[in-house]
């Protein structure tokens, strides 16, 4: 019997590499085999079986191995993973990761949860959303402070600052007289913190 060599139909459709290797006079049998595959999509074929470049016979048969698309990753849970953690797990398995800061009570960075959750499963190469923790910012007290050093000290705490004057306060001018948040308070990070400042210039400074 005469002897040829396989064709490649790698990366066509099964109808497209079924009729190259029917021209090329090889039998292709109707019954495919389906196989995951990170590269090719779903439909397109992988390989043949006997493997393409391999001396088979004149009308031999040839199965197709064609891509079932991407292999399946389960997402584990991240329970007490920090960001970077779960990021570097989730990267190892082929997956791209995103990052959405939410509030919460979990420390700063922690992982709260993921979409797909966990159990579920995605694609090879797909993108997995981590929800991570804003953490909380706890409210230092500024009053008798300078209005320079109460936004230092806010800012620093991860607060943003609303300032509003009072120029009948009995403060000296250009002190924090009050804050609409009190200390100890814990907030979510980026939370605004009024404080009334002195600008009523009559009243003298403290003492040395």
């Given at each position: 019997?005469?002897?040829?060599?396989?064709?490649?139909?790698?990366?066509?459709?099964?109808?497209?590499?079924?009729?190259?290797?029917?021209?090329?006079?090889?039998?292709?049998?109707?019954?495919?085999?389906?196989?995951?595959?990170?590269?090719?999509?779903?439909?397109?074929?992988?390989?043949?079986?006997?493997?393409?470049?391999?001396?088979?016979?004149?009308k031999s048969t040839i199965k197709l191995i064609v891509s079932s698309g991407p292999e399946k990753?389960?997402?584990?849970?991240?329970?007490?993973?920090?960001?970077?953690?779960?990021?570097?797990?989730?990267?190892?398995?082929?997956?791209?990761?995103?990052?959405?800061?939410?509030?919460?009570?979990?420390?700063?960075?922690?992982?709260?949860?993921?979409?797909?959750?966990?159990?579920?499963?995605?694609?090879?190469?797909?993108?997995?959303?981590?929800?991570?923790?804003?953490?909380?910012?706890?409210?230092?007290?500024?009053?008798?402070?300078?209005?320079?050093?109460?936004?230092?000290?806010?800012?620093?705490?991860?607060?943003?600052?609303?300032?509003?004057?009072?120029?009948?306060?009995?403060?000296?001018?250009?002190?924090?007289?009050?804050?609409?948040?009190?200390?100890?308070?814990?907030?979510?990070?980026?939370?605004?913190?009024?404080?009334?400042?002195?600008?009523?210039?009559?009243?003298?400074?403290?003492?040395?």
């Amino acid at each position: 019997m005469d002897r040829t060599t396989a064709g490649g139909p790698a990366g066509r459709g099964v109808e497209t590499a079924t009729r190259a290797l029917e021209a090329d006079g090889f039998t292709v049998d109707t019954n495919t085999e389906q196989r995951p595959d990170n590269k090719l999509k779903a439909g397109l074929v992988i390989e043949t079986d006997p493997p393409a470049g391999k001396e088979i016979d004149e009308k031999s048969t040839i199965k197709l191995i064609v891509s079932s698309g991407p292999e399946k990753v389960t997402i584990p849970s991240f329970d007490g993973f920090s960001y970077d953690e779960a990021k570097k797990d989730l990267e190892g398995k082929g997956l791209k990761v995103k990052k959405s800061e939410r509030d919460s009570a979990l420390p700063k960075g922690s992982v709260i949860n993921s979409d797909p959750q966990a159990g579920q499963t995605a694609d090879f190469g797909s993108t997995v959303t981590l929800l991570v923790s804003k953490g909380q910012s706890t409210v230092p007290n500024v009053v008798g402070l300078t209005k320079e050093e109460a936004t230092s000290k806010l800012v620093d705490a991860g607060l943003k600052v609303s300032v509003v004057e009072d120029p009948a306060s009995t403060s000296p001018a250009n002190q924090v007289a009050a804050q609409d948040k009190p200390e100890g308070q814990v907030v979510s990070p980026g939370t605004t913190v009024t404080i009334t400042v002195s600008t009523n210039e009559a009243v003298p400074p403290p003492g040395p």
